[in-house]
């Protein structure tokens, strides 16, 4: 096969542009991926057999035959690998075990702090993986890449978090680097709620191109899908609803002088301290659950207020990028409906109207497993572009 | 030709993606064209052919020879046709004959009324559009499109502006099949903002993937490139960053109730009112920049003012698209440094460090023929993308 040099703007249909049209799943014959990409027959066949030697596509029977030999069929092989998910909080990671096409074989999820730093919880967590890949459920098939969210802003190109507020001992880290000592694979980091934002579209959303994703639970972070695409913007800061300011909040008399971080508002963390400074138990986001749960009404009121402040910054996200669907997770908006009709309350009234008429403002549908699956899905797609696969056939071992 | 189907997933690469290739401008031979697509000979020659016999390919001499006759090279065919790009101002109009690269070959600018409305206002500009493809340098060359910009809100989609704030009449009106009763070809709308923000991201930041533009003139309006795409939104109203509402304003007590729209505050026409309000003569965003030129301490003042303003609504864009580029345009950011020193006043202490390491806030440098460049350039993209060159190709008239 001949390694013709690659022009900028088209893509090469090479092996790798032929394996997308079948990641569809679809079997199809080599004829009818002439058809499809206008290659020439002979350049199909060496393509489609380079596929099946790297197991990346499977024999799948024969198609009807028109006379002779009926042409052999084939499709995307999802067991042609795996890669390994990892959901990291400040107080657990969850660590799955996917097949190429993001289905879940196994997982392990264990109690961590975060505070212990990199080198300790990594090891630990990929200790985990280990044990996952020498189990019955991964059938001895090859690693072939690692996607990791972690509870922080993370320089999505290099892997490293960046100043992240609750992750001491980890500003900096070559998170990559450190795993493929262990595994060497491609390792791809994000922070947790673009992973969330990922696995809430894929699952819920697939066919919406304009999409945010707001995570409220210990602290506050935004997931942006616009024009179909994840935003992460020139140094993978995007969406930092967090530090975004607003003015006044729960029980300050909102002059101007007074503004905070939004986190600082209308957090679990923030609702459990006015919610402490009102003479209640709570320590954290935990206990402000379980009071809005119980039907505290102090801490009801806290939690809509909270939901209007996160509104007033989505109000401003509407004008600037009129999403379709505003996706609201985390812990706090899983504790029932109160921070959701405090959001509605706020954008619904601010917002310009031509964003707003076609905008459903909605709970998280994904649930738990929106993390792990947005890791998946993420280091899946790498693993899969055209590019990865040009490259791994080209490679020596391949 | 077989008119094979067109999967979802890459591009098929027909004649329309053969033509991506040269749009770079490069000569090259079927050969080479054949090697850079993976595509089979006597495939590539019947797609050249058609682009030559639709003129938009070229013969461009001959590659060297390596025995016997040698090969013959085409290339891209900017004046294959025309494009018509508009700029529709409240108060003027422009409008420009472009060749399929860009390059202006003529233009004419009228004084408008805005107020008009759609029928009497684009019956004028088609007039001189028509006067233009009948002057000389348009050398009787076929018009392949229309691109115009709008000062209001659009449904691009559709073409049809929605709520326009300062366009009565103009409210859903099917703009491109009005134009099409004069020109039947693609008529594609967008408002100003938009366009300016693709004229200013061709001529002076193409490698540049995240990029604001904000317009500060009459009205306060944003373009958001991110990802390196124009992010229009679900109905086309993304970048809408008039109608944020921020806290107080220009001699305002500043408390929470007191909240305005961004345009209210910080907008030509706003300060113009509060210049008013002072007693100088301010009829309009004019008299503020001819103030602000002359050394007038309060215009100045209010200027840097409006700057701050504009600023605190950007800082909390910069933390949720993290740009690395905000480019200020209109006409009060042209009026001096003044608007430029307020926004990096606020957005440099306002916005999360790791955003704004690396942010530059800088004035639009591609001035006056940003929006007819911007206008010429999404209309020609889309003359020229796969898409529509292939449906040209397959159509009775090529």
Redesign the interface.
């Known amino acids: 096969m001949?390694d013709?040099?690659?022009?900028?703007?088209?893509?090469?249909?090479?092996a790798g542009?032929?394996f997308?049209?079948l990641?569809?799943g679809t079997a199809r014959t080599k004829a009818e991926l002439a058809?499809?990409?206008?290659?020439?027959r002979s350049?199909v066949s060496v393509r489609v057999d380079a596929l099946l030697a790297a197991g990346l596509l499977r024999p799948a029977g024969e198609a009807a035959s028109t006379g002779g030999r009926p042409p052999a069929r084939v499709a995307f092989n999802p067991r042609a690998g795996l890669v390994l998910a990892v959901d990291l909080g400040a107080t657990h990671a969850t660590i799955a075990l996917a097949d190429l096409a993001g289905a879940f074989l196994d997982s392990h999820t264990r109690t961590v702090d975060i505070g212990d730093g990199p080198e300790t919880l990594l090891d630990a967590i990929l200790r985990d993986g280990a044990t996952l890949l020498d189990s019955p459920a991964a059938a001895g098939l090859p690693l072939l890449g690692i996607g990791i969210g972690v509870p922080g802003?993370v320089e999505h190109s290099s892997g490293r978090p960046?100043?992240p507020p609750i992750m001491p001992g980890w500003d900096r880290f070559d998170v990559p680097g450190f795993v493929q000592r262990t595994f060497d694979v491609p390792v791809l980091v994000d922070n947790d709620v673009n992973i969330l934002a990922l696995g809430e579209h894929a699952t819920a959303w697939p066919d919406v191109?304009?999409l945010v994703f707001v995570k409220v639970s210990t602290g506050i972070g935004?997931g942006?899908i616009?024009?179909g695409?994840l935003?992460?913007?020139?140094?993978?800061?995007?969406?930092?609803?967090g530090?975004?300011?607003v003015?006044?909040g729960v029980g300050s008399t909102?002059?101007?002088d007074d503004e905070r971080d939004l986190e600082a508002l209308a957090s679990g963390s923030a609702l459990a301290a006015a919610l402490r400074a009102q003479g209640h138990d709570a320590r954290g986001p935990a206990d402000v659950i379980d009071l809005v749960r119980s039907g505290d009404a102090a801490a009801i009121a806290a939690t809509r207020q909270a939901g209007r402040d996160v509104g007033e910054?989505l109000?401003?996200?509407v004008?600037?990028?009129?999403?379709?669907i505003i996706v609201l997770g985390g812990s706090i908006a899983r504790a029932g409906e109160h921070l959701l009709a405090g959001v509605r309350e706020v954008v619904y009234r601010?917002?310009?109207?031509?964003?707003t008429?076609?905008?459903a403002i909605v709970q998280s549908q994904a649930g738990d497993r929106a993390a792990v699956l947005g890791a998946a899905i993420m280091v899946a797609r790498d693993v899969l572009s055209?590019a990865s696969i040009d490259r791994r056939l080209a490679a020596p071992s391949a």
Chains 1, 2 share one sequence.
């Open positions: 001949v013709a040099p690659r022009p900028s703007a088209p893509p090469n249909p090479g542009e032929i997308q049209i990641r569809d058809a499809l990409t206008g290659l020439a350049t802003p960046t100043n191109d304009d935004a942006i616009a024009g695409q935003q992460r913007g020139a140094q993978g800061s995007a969406g930092d609803m530090h975004v300011q003015p006044g909102r002059d101007a910054v109000a401003t996200v004008n600037l990028l009129n999403p379709s601010r917002s310009i109207p031509l964003a008429q076609h905008l055209p």
